[in-house]
């Protein structure tokens, strides 16, 4: 019912910084929260950063001061920017959007992932 497509990603040497973005579709009548995430193979998935419709942000003590979430110019869409970055960083990113649908329904949808490689 609600897809998130997400883009960036690559190859990008430590201290480095990239942008990942993310648009939401669907028969959406309101987006609550996006936030994302990001897992290694046998490894739970973490959340990095979260945002709210009014805005406010949270931040795991692992990225704070290096990451940061915003919202683009419709709700619909969201970033990450991260700098600084590091080997450990290393992983597949998901965005995330929880809200309400057109029809009353509730969703919590996931982007594709994608991989970022921290590396020399």
């Known amino acids: 019912q609600v897809q998130l497509v997400q883009s960036g990603g690559g190859l990008v040497q430590p201290g480095g910084s990239l942008r990942l973005s993310c648009a939401a579709s669907?028969?959406?009548?309101?987006?609550?929260?996006m936030g994302w995430y990001r897992q290694d193979p046998g490894k739970s998935r973490e959340l990095l950063a979260h945002?709210?419709?009014?805005?406010?942000?949270s931040y795991t003590e692992s990225v704070k001061g290096r990451f940061t979430i915003f919202r683009g110019n419709t709700e619909n869409t969201a970033f990450l920017q991260m700098t600084k970055l590091k080997p450990e960083d290393t992983a597949v990113y998901y965005c995330?959007?929880?809200?309400?649908?057109?029809?009353?329904?509730?969703?919590?949808?996931w982007g594709q992932g994608t991989q970022v490689t921290v590396s020399s």
């Open positions: 995330n959007a929880v809200g309400a649908a057109v029809d009353g329904s509730s969703f919590d949808s």
């Open positions: 669907g028969s959406i009548f309101r987006i609550y929260a």
């Open positions: 945002i709210t419709n009014q805005g406010t942000t």
